[in-house]
């Protein structure tokens, strides 16, 4: 009896140890904010253009003369639509971010006249057959894009937007331009469903205009945030009442609404690397580099993405840690985090060998995260100029 009591004892104990374990094994998979996602595949070896809406959809050009492929994240599926003459809008990050996609439809920049419909392509440009790049004046190659179209996703058919206006964002219902050279007029909105193209130039909308990817009215606990932000010149994004900005080490992200306490959600851990710096004399001393910041915000559908990539027209190979990088994102209702290793690519400049790390800019669906790698670059008068092509990376959670 006392060694059938003492097994069933130890069969007690091990039962509870098993409970405990599996409980913290749920712990660590349910909120692991540290812990690496599955790697990510790649999904197209060079693009031009690439855009999400957000939701369900992403779609890419591998170059502006080829048809405009449309990935469906739910399904999986891809297609091909052909449009003569037209070009994806570029979602990539520029100092004025707009939303150019959203509710399955893509802004596209086309030519008015396609004339015979021969075209071809050189880096990014699209031209008519016969035309020359470098032989066009300033004026005309402004006039190459006279047009803009709406690509509907589902019905593989574009809509012509109303001339005159520089169409910027787009959701489920309308698209949205903002001119800042209409004395009489700020803001446009074109209705998809009836084709209505209403303007306004209420002062309050107006006022609006002068944050960067902000249209909505701002609560009073966040409006001087978001112009400090703005003024200093660091990357944030405004959206349904959240405020997203870096922490003041740089380090950290940090979430603000209009009602209740931040947010801070520490960043990825990442290697720290040491270089060796010669002096002037001989001497030998050792220098850590820095990872990167987190940078390129989306907030879209409950949804936050983030990336602590560098930036191939201005990176430092002696300060930075280039070869590092991780992307991450952040499930607004449960609060998960999830983070992706992102990968170390040589980029082509010319120089020999090709700088390799980790550049480029992330986005996302509310299944599907992607890494739109610099591929390629061109040279200007100061130095590296833009990213020609990109690589294209996601994985699906």
């Known amino acids: 009896m006392m060694v059938a009591s003492g097994a069933t004892t130890c069969s007690g104990r091990h039962l509870r140890w098993l409970a405990t374990l599996a409980l913290v094994l749920i712990m660590l998979g349910g909120g692991g904010s540290r812990a690496m996602a599955s790697p990510m595949r790649q999904l197209a070896r ?4 690439f855009a999400t809406d957000g939701v369900r959809y992403a779609a890419w050009q591998h170059e502006p003369v080829s048809p405009i492929v449309v990935f469906d994240t739910y399904t999986g599926s891809r297609r091909e639509i052909k449009a003569p003459g037209c070009v994806l809008e570029n979602e990539a990050p520029r100092e004025d971010p707009e939303v150019i996609a959203g509710g399955g439809r893509f802004l596209l920049s ?6 015979n419909g021969c075209f071809f392509a050189i880096y990014r440009h699209l031209l ?20 803009q179209r709406l690509l509907n996703a589902r019905t593989r058919t574009t809509i012509l937007l109303p ?3 520089d169409w910027t964002r787009v959701d489920a219902r309308s698209v949205e331009a903002t001119a800042e050279f209409r004395p009489s007029a700020c803001r446009a909105l074109y209705s998809i469903a009836t084709g209505m193209l209403t303007v306004s130039s209420s002062p309050q909308i107006c006022a609006r205009v002068d944050h960067p990817g902000v249209i909505e009215p701002v609560c009073r606990a966040l409006r001087a945030k978001l112009l ?3 003024a200093s010149g660091s990357e944030f994004v405004y959206q349904g009442g959240l405020l997203v900005r870096l922490t003041h080490n740089y380090r950290n992200v940090q979430l603000e609404r209009c009602h209740g306490h931040p947010i801070i959600l520490p960043g990825p851990s990442e290697p720290t690397r040491h270089i060796v710096l010669v002096g002037p004399e001989g001497h030998h001393t050792t220098e850590p580099q820095s990872g990167g910041e987190p940078n390129k915000f989306d907030l879209r559908d409950g949804l936050l993405t983030w990336s602590t990539s560098h930036d191939p027209t201005t990176f430092d190979e002696f300060t930075e840690a280039i070869e590092y990088g ?23 400049t010319g120089a020999e060998p090709p700088p390799s790390g980790v550049f480029g800019y992330s986005a996302h669906t509310v299944n599907t995260v992607f890494w739109i790698a610099a591929r390629d670059m061109t040279g200007g008068e100061a130095g590296l100029c833009c990213v020609e092509t990109s690589y294209l990376y996601a994985a699906r959670f």
Not at 326 to 348: F, N, V
């Open 228 to 230: 400090k932000a703005k």
């Open 128 to 147: 008519r057959c016969g035309e020359k790049l470098e032989e066009e004046t300033t004026s005309e190659k402004e006039s190459r894009q006279q047009v």
């Open 326 to 348: 991780t992307l991450t994102s952040y499930e607004l209702a449960s609060g998960r985090r999830r983070t992706w290793k992102l990968p170390d690519i040589p980029l082509y």
């Open 163 to 165: 001339e005159g206006w």
């Open 46 to 49: 060079s693009t031009t253009s």
């Open 110 to 115: 086309c030519y008015k006249d396609l004339r």
